[in-house]
């Protein structure tokens, strides 16, 4: 009767229970249920890391579209573009659209749908301040050109751009859009330096935006070492390139 309360009470606790079989175990059979057990815990953080880097890569993303929508609810709602640099958001339909191909040919996941939407808004923002809001739109302030961040690009993207199976223009626009991406924010932050005040809060609101989508990508790589190591930046092809895409990944 004792044997069998004892037994009842151990059973009420798991924790005693797996204790009074770890006990009963010879020493080898406790180092190895102990080696099994960290084998196994390592496997699981590999796979929890790669899927936790994937999601801050679709976060990123998520983040980018959510600020362009929230950017185009604004403009309707304020009926103003005042300290929103067109420019920005042309540069911004030029990667997009650029990486939308791309991925399109060398990928078809879910980043070509996100890419697609964040796509379509932008193009929602641009005609909506052509149509509508031209006359509160500030292009005097807006006077970073283009050519000066699309050329150098361009010609970047010529000298440095992934290797591997795919065509070589496919890879050419890849990097292009990698390196245009990169410098899209600057004319908002030089239009911002210009104009000393923003007089509407959701333009700064919407750079916040931006900024937290480069600090979840950035993170994306954090984890993408921490995962794979070495093995990532070897795995992104030879020369300068693993280099500039990951710092275009955190700039």
């Known amino acids: 009767?004792?044997?069998?309360?004892?037994?009842?009470?151990?059973?009420?606790?798991?924790?005693?229970?797996?204790?009074?079989?770890?006990?009963?175990?010879?020493?080898r059979q406790q180092m190895l249920l102990l080696g099994s057990g960290l084998v196994l815990s390592l496997f699981f953080v590999f796979l929890l890391s790669r899927a936790i880097a994937e999601l801050l890569f679709v976060v990123a993303e998520l983040v980018h579209l959510g600020g362009i929508g929230i950017l185009l609810l604004k403009l309707r709602a304020k009926k103003t573009a005042s300290g929103i640099s067109l420019r920005s958001q042309e540069l911004t339909l030029v990667f997009l659209s650029v990486r939308f191909y791309c991925s399109l040919m060398m990928e078809k996941d879910i980043h070509t749908l996100l890419d697609l939407l964040t796509l379509f808004a932008t193009i929602s923002a641009i005609l909506y301040i052509r149509k509508n809001l031209m006359n509160s739109y500030s292009k005097n302030d807006d006077s970073l050109k283009l050519i000066y961040l699309l050329g150098p690009c361009a010609l970047l993207a010529l000298i440095i751009h992934p290797a591997g199976s795919h065509l070589w223009f496919?890879?050419?626009?890849?990097?292009?859009?990698v390196y245009v991406e990169s410098v899209s924010i600057l004319p908002q932050l030089k239009m911002m330096q210009n104009m000393r005040v923003i007089s509407e809060l959701f333009a700064a609101h919407y750079v916040f935006a931006l900024g937290c989508s480069r600090g979840l990508s950035f993170l994306h790589w954090v984890f993408e070492f921490m995962t794979n190591g070495v093995a990532v930046y070897v795995s992104m092809g030879r020369g300068f390139w693993p280099l500039l895409v990951i710092l275009s990944e955190i700039v």
């Open 170 to 177: 496919n890879r050419v626009c890849w990097a292009f859009a």
């Open 1 to 27: 009767m004792d044997d069998l309360k004892k037994l009842k009470d151990g059973l009420k606790d798991p924790v005693i229970v797996l204790a009074s079989f770890v006990r009963r175990l010879t020493k």
